[in-house]
């Protein structure tokens, strides 16, 4: 399809494990975020990634978080040594570019449900 | 600090009734303010966007409505129904470093009964 896809959908793991999240953007669209949501919760801003221009890392909640993207393709989000309040739902999400004079709407995947036992 | 915040985290209404869902936004700042729909097990889908030099705008069946003197923000949704029962997040364009990070509120659960 031609929407965001991540995977996987649902990743259930021990605590002190890694885990990988993928996200395949809409082609095209030189911006991409990650999110955490927790549940009942509103979106946390994680991690955008814009072109080639340095990553803002700004939303990282630790060291353990990382995310990486090769050029305007898929991105990954590793969780190193996942802890139990790392469960939550992670969102990617990509758009057009969005800078200080151009709006634009985010297009996000279903999301990738993490459970840590 | 800055934050996007909602009155009400939950909202029931009935069918054929109107709702109205409510944002509080303490950046003045911000210039441009979008709203999401998000149905159960699924992400986010953009819904209807304002910017700042506007006061209202409307699309099928929404409107938002930017009130900047009091930093507020309402989604309007006529003739609810039971396919608009969702979480409701509204969210600001906020600068960070060099670029331009949506930040989402806790969101609104809107429950429309038949």
């Known amino acids: 399809g031609a929407g965001v896809s991540q995977s996987p959908s649902n990743k259930v793991t021990e605590k002190g494990k890694d885990v990988e999240l993928r996200c395949d953007p809409i082609s095209g669209h030189t911006a991409l975020y990650w999110y955490r949501q927790r549940l009942g919760q509103g979106l946390e801003f994680l991690i955008y990634?814009?072109?080639?221009?340095?990553?803002?890392k700004s939303g990282l909640p630790s060291d353990r978080f990382s995310a990486e993207r090769t050029g305007e393709s898929v991105s990954t989000l590793t969780i190193q040594r996942t802890q139990q309040e790392d469960s939550a739902v992670y969102l990617c999400?990509?758009?057009?570019?969005?800078?200080?004079?151009?709006?634009?709407?985010?297009?996000f995947g279903e999301g990738s449900r993490l459970t840590v036992l | 600090g800055e934050s996007v915040g909602l009155h009400l985290p939950t909202l029931s209404v009935q069918e054929g009734d109107n709702s109205i869902i409510n944002c509080a936004y303490s950046n003045s700042a911000s210039d441009y303010f979008i709203w999401y729909k998000q149905e159960s097990g699924k992400g986010p889908q953009f819904i209807i966007d304002i910017r700042s030099n506007m006061d209202k705008r409307q699309g099928q069946r929404v409107t938002v409505l930017l009130n900047k003197t009091v930093k507020h923000l309402s989604l309007q949704i006529a003739a609810t129904q039971p396919g608009d029962s969702a979480v409701y997040f509204c969210a600001e364009k906020r600068r960070s470093g060099g670029s331009y990070i949506p930040t989402f509120g806790r969101g609104t659960s809107l429950i429309v009964h038949p």
């Open positions: 999400a990509s758009s057009l570019a969005l800078g200080a004079a151009n709006t634009g709407e985010l297009f």
């Open positions: 990634f814009q072109g080639n221009s340095a990553p803002d």
